[in-house]
């Protein structure tokens, strides 16, 4: 008999943790309301941020809990408390927790710890540790996680371009890492008008994601869309995508 704790193949998801990036007004923060709600909203952009999603989140029916952090505040104490809130089912209990933006988030740990001056890099050391141990400890409770990341754009050693997510130091690889889909946010005209879609696989110095292999290579921002097909394409058998979904990968 082997010592090994073997475990049954789990069912589908109920849930996911999703990684949207990209430049100033390519769909972000609306994408985020359109996730399952009541949605718990860390909102590191300023008080007039959430006015466009409150609107499309109220659209279908759901409801935005704010949680405002201030320049100034401490925010280790705060995510402590929204990690609680959800483990706990406290009221008001939410379907999906969004961090606007988790880049921010580490720049607020990095004033807060190095108290007005640039951290050391033991001190970075601790804050991507922070960052990691909500991030993980998120991933593992019943709950959609939506992260937002402004994007970054530079140049590899051969001259290629790069555009990742704007986090900062290891805490980039280990959102990435912990993420089930990242998109690449963005406006893309089409004979229909503009519409706003997230691009999942790398192409054009992007990264791009998704663990279930169902999302297709481009999709219009639709979290609630997502996670349906993402759990059905994790069922037995798969799924057959709808037509008129999947968008051609804009350059």
Known sequence: MSPLNFVDAPNAPDTFNVLLYGPPKSGKTAAAATAPGPILWVNLEGGGALGYARKVAASRGSDIHEVRVEKDD?????????????????APKVKTVVIDTIGKVRDQLGRNIGRG???????????????????VGMRDLPVNVVFLAHQKVSDSDTGDRIVEPMIGGASTAKVCGEADVIAYCGRHETDDGPQYMGVLVEHNGRIGGDRSGGLGTSRQ???????????????AG??????????????
């Open 238 to 251: 798969g799924v057959q995508e709808p037509a008129g979904l999947q968008l051609e990968v804009p350059a």
């Open 74 to 90: 401490q925010i280790k104490p705060i995510l402590d408390q929204v990690y609680l809130h959800v483990r706990d089912g406290m």
């Open 221 to 235: 921002l639709d979290l609630s869309e997502w996670l349906d097909t993402y759990r059905k394409a994790l069922m």
């Open 117 to 135: 001056k640039q951290p050391s890099i033991q001190q970075w050391g601790d804050i991507a540790k922070i960052v990691e141990g909500f991030v």
